[in-house]
């Protein structure tokens, strides 16, 4: 079982950054691979960045592809978005997520098991 909490959303200008931090409990967190989703009002949920168990494989959405940057720190147990440039269309929720295929980079949400609540990103114009 691994529990997502997810922190660092707010309210900030088109064009600024922010840095959302998602911690996880469990001491199997460094087999996971980690993903981050987003939800915007009246939208499905859509996939944003990916990593793999070691932080060796990465993968963008190209809507945040050169402005947003996804790592981890497997000894903090703890996966980041660092996002900027960022545009009102990044307004949404953001949700972290942890898949067992650890070894691989997957945009599909079907294949993680366990999400975090998520936090509320919101970019003014």
């Known amino acids: 079982q691994v529990q997502l909490v997810e922190s660092g959303g707010g309210l900030v200008q088109a064009g600024g950054s922010l840095r959302l931090s998602c911690a996880a409990s469990?001491?199997?967190?460094?087999?996971?691979?980690m993903g981050w989703f987003r939800q915007a009002p009246g939208k499905e949920r859509e996939f944003v960045a990916a990593i793999t168990w070691k932080g060796g494989s990465t993968a963008y959405a190209d809507s945040v592809k050169g402005r947003f940057t996804i790592s981890r720190d497997n000894a903090k147990n703890t996966v980041y978005l660092q996002m900027n440039s960022l545009k009102p269309e990044d307004t949404a929720v953001y949700h972290c997520?942890?898949?067992?295929?650890?070894?691989?980079?997957?945009?599909?949400?079907?294949?993680?098991?366990?999400w975090g609540q998520g936090t509320q990103v919101t970019v003014s114009s």
């Open positions: 469990g001491r199997t967190f460094s087999s996971y691979g």
């Open positions: 997520a942890a898949s067992r295929l650890g070894a691989v980079v997957t945009t599909n949400m079907g294949r993680y098991d366990y």
